[in-house]
């Protein structure tokens, strides 16, 4: 979820700038939602 950019704080489904940028050249993102279960099956490995 991201911020609409109209500074009401609402969100809309979708990747930031920064996420995108990232992505695209091979970076893994993880949301703060997801780090646990992330970070659980990276140790497994």
């Known amino acids: 979820m991201i911020y609409n950019g109209e500074f009401k704080g609402k969100k809309i489904v979708g990747n930031g700038v ?4 990232l992505e695209r050249n091979g970076i893994q993102v993880v949301s703060e939602e997801r780090i646990t279960d992330f970070l659980e099956e990276e140790l497994k490995t």
Do not use: K, N
Not at 18 to 21: D, G, V
């Open 18 to 21: 920064t996420t995108a940028l």
